[in-house]
């Protein structure tokens, strides 16, 4: 059985990017698609004593309106990454693990990408050591696949030779538009996420921040942490 997910690499992904990837065995980095400004390709959110706080990459997009993910360059003007580290380290100075794993997590989010999705995937292939996880991670712009949306993660997915498609449940709504996976005989299941609750700093819990909050955290707990809130499901 060969299960394979398929997704837009994403900037400082949240704990459900990395359960979905640990429940496949092969996950595709969609970056050969067009880019979507102000989407989680270039923003995510972590934890502060007044909330969550958008950490947010800034990109040339003038003149690029149809730029695909893989063409996107990050705007170095203002040394934006080098403020995100900095935003990091001090909001989790305090948290359990940052002096264990602290330096490791600042030295992927790299100031001298100058591609967003060499950020953004350096930052995935590092968190996901952490996580333990081994699932193989291959690009859509390395593949052969063909078309757009349901039509082009089909295709994929019988390059890689796949028994089974795990989605994402917000693509739902157009894979069910579609016939293209009914065509090439594939089943669909979608993946669902169970966010744990875990000790954070700075009052109530908080869902859906970026995965370095888990990692911060709750360290060599997390992996397991991301296996007990996976879920496949019809």
Request: hydrophobic share 40%; glycine share 6%; aromatic share 10%.
């Amino acid at each position: 059985m060969t299960r394979v997910a398929i997704m837009q690499p994403t900037y400082l992904p949240w704990c459900g990017y990395f359960a979905l990837m640990q429940a496949v065995d092969i996950f595709v980095f969609l970056d050969s698609v067009q880019f979507a400004k102000r989407s989680w390709q270039q923003r995510n959110q972590v934890k502060t004593p007044q909330g969550a706080q958008w950490l947010s990459v800034p990109v040339i997009s003038k003149g690029k309106r149809d730029q695909l993910i893989n063409e996107v360059e990050i705007d170095t003007g203002g040394n934006i990454i080098d403020v995100h580290r900095k935003s990091i380290e001090m909001n989790y100075a305090r948290a359990p693990y940052f002096r264990e794993l602290g330096s490791g997590v600042l030295s992927c989010i790299d100031p001298k990408k100058t591609r967003l999705v060499d950020l953004n995937i350096g930052i995935v292939k590092f968190l996901c050591g952490l996580f333990d996880i081994k699932t193989q991670l291959l690009c859509s712009s390395d593949l052969h696949g063909c078309g757009t949306k349901a039509d082009l993660l089909a295709s994929l997915c019988v390059e890689l030779e796949a028994t089974e498609y795990i989605s994402a449940p917000g693509s739902k709504a157009y894979l069910d538009e579609s016939t293209a996976f009914e065509q090439i005989g594939l089943p669909i299941r979608y993946f669902n996420f169970h966010h744990p609750v875990y000790p954070q700093l700075f009052g109530d819990f908080l869902p859906f921040m970026s995965a370095i909050d888990l990692i911060f955290n709750c360290g060599e707990r997390s992996a397991e942490l991301l296996k007990q809130g996976i879920e496949v499901i019809e």
